[in-house]
């Protein structure tokens, strides 16, 4: 069928990929074309996985340029029709030049696979949906939106490990969404002349708000939405759950280490603001004035002062994060699930077996393994246990598991393991596409993991207890979902990890 479908569409493909291509009308089949609230995105297909149609840098905000610079996001204005035929540019963000785990071995984590900053703007605020090339609307197919990580410093849609298209490709069942937020100070600039500091976390929320009202047009259920995070983006899952629990909008919540105890939720440390702007031509000023004069200088200057500073090792460190402001984020989580203030939805959650790596001093010949344990059990394993301890009190169905994968062409050296996002590649499906083939192992375990996060999607807590998976319901028992532990899939102890988290 695959073949079929690709002598159908290689003419449009060749079309839509010429360099005399200028006009959005890049295809002739109606497939490619779809009809939402701003106007008509013209789409194509993925030229390497030929059943699945792509419509790339959707807006779903307003440029966020001028007096929109750390402010809340507004709705995209009509743009009538719209070539989506292109990855668009990530928001504002630099990629350390200091040794790592994704510096130096790993890349496909990276915007564009490179090992330098990739295509950004601050024009950002766009959107990817990538679906069967036979989605009509009324198809009613379950949908993920995902939230990328990356500490909420980097990211994008365009980064090679996170790309969905082979995942569609496969199940022919599901619609996936990703979309850029605003990151480091242009998303969380506490600042003291703003009110609203989480920028970046309402621009998800808006994000959101868009795929229910135009999802249905491209072949999607609005009422099986899936909201999916890995690290940062697995943070903001569970901010959203508590600043939205009574509109969550979605149904389901996906989240691979990383929860709302996992960090953030101090108080804005407005001095790392004015320190910026007084490195680049905005210091001394009251709070009005230094936020206008601020959004008068160019990005990447802004940009590049962050860079070089941070990256020269300077004391302090300046870093820019979500706060608490009582209203998108909190500072007493506990509380507020034991009060019954987090959406009443089911979830999977769980982490890495080796989270902690890349974020123990690098050494390309080996790393030193208690920093490394003590960096996953206070940043991922720990968090991960104490809020599915808080789901259970709010009598939440919660899905527990661990990733133990260590293939060579995802962890490059031994000592790798499974290490923070090495899940990532199992999910989207592009393991077998940079270091080598994947091993029979590897296909099994990508295809378990799909499965059960597009089961949970589409059939809810009932579809994970057929797949034989049960819900995490007693902390004593510590049962949880295993995935590439030597089998595909296998159920697993937790206790004694869990013994070390006080």
């Known amino acids: 069928m695959f073949l079929l479908l690709g002598f159908l569409f290689s003419a449009t493909i060749a079309a839509c990929l010429s360099p005399a291509y200028a006009h959005p009308r890049c295809s002739a089949d109606p497939r490619l074309s779809v009809r939402i609230a701003g106007g008509v995105v013209h789409g194509t297909v993925d030229a390497a996985a030929p059943a699945v149609r792509q419509f790339l840098g959707i807006p779903f905000a307003k440029a966020p340029l001028g007096s929109l610079r750390f402010a809340p996001p507004e709705p995209a204005l009509p743009f009538g029709e719209l070539d989506a035929t292109t990855l668009p540019p990530s928001c504002m963000q630099y990629l350390s030049g200091i040794p790592g785990v994704y510096t130096r071995e790993v890349l496909e984590f990276n915007l564009q696979g490179l090992n330098t900053t990739g295509t950004i703007s601050e024009d950002c605020l766009t959107l990817g949906v990538w679906t069967p090339v036979g989605a009509r609307k009324g198809d009613d197919l379950p949908v993920l939106i995902f939230i990328y990580g990356g500490g909420f410093q980097t990211g994008g849609i365009d980064v090679p490990y996170q790309l969905p298209p082979q995942w569609v490709q496969r199940t022919q069942e599901h619609i996936v969404v990703s979309f850029n937020y605003r990151l480091n100070i242009f998303g969380f600039p506490s600042a003291a002349g703003l009110e609203e500091q989480n920028i970046g976390l309402l621009d998800q929320r808006l994000a959101v708000e868009w795929v229910r009202d135009n999802i249905a047009e491209f072949g999607g259920n609005p009422a099986r939405i899936g909201l999916w995070g890995q690290s940062a983006g697995s943070m903001s899952v569970a901010f959203f759950s508590f600043a939205h629990y009574l509109d969550p909008i979605v149904h389901t919540l996906l989240m691979d280490s990383g929860t709302e105890l996992s960090g953030g939720g101090g108080v804005p440390l407005y001095s790392n603001f004015s320190f910026v702007a007084g490195n680049v031509g905005c210091g001394d000023l009251a709070p009005r004035e230094e936020l206008a004069c601020m959004r008068s200088v160019p990005a990447d200057e802004i940009e590049n002062f962050l860079h070089s500073y941070n990256d020269a090792g300077t004391t302090p460190t300046i870093s820019f994060w979500p706060v608490a402001d009582g209203s998108v984020v909190f500072a007493n989580y506990t509380e507020r699930a034991l009060e019954g203030k987090i959406a009443k939805l089911p979830a999977i959650l769980g ?18 393994q208690t920093s490394a344990e003590e960096a996953l059990l206070s940043l991922f394993f720990c968090p991960s246990f104490k809020s599915t301890r808080n789901r259970l009190a709010a009598g939440l169905p919660t899905f527990r598991y661990q990733y133990f994968g260590n293939f060579s062409n ?11 996002s090495s899940e990532l590649p199992m999910l989207f499906g592009t393991h ?14 990508s295809h378990a993991m799909q499965d059960a996060w597009l089961t949970m999607v589409r059939d809810g807590p009932a579809g994970l207890e057929n797949l034989g998976w049960p819900a995490y319901t007693d902390v004593a028992r510590g049962s949880v979902r295993n995935f590439g532990n030597g089998v595909s899939m296998e159920l697993g102890d937790t206790r004694p990890l869990e013994a070390k988290c006080s």
């Open 351 to 368: 982490t890495n077996a080796q989270d902690g790596n890349p974020f123990a001093p690098y050494n390309p010949s080996g790393i030193n």
């Open 432 to 445: 077998p596409l940079f270091r080598g083939k994947s091993t029979e192992l590897e296909w099994a375990t």
């Open 410 to 420: 995802i962890s490059p050296k031994p000592w790798m393991g499974a290490y923070h």
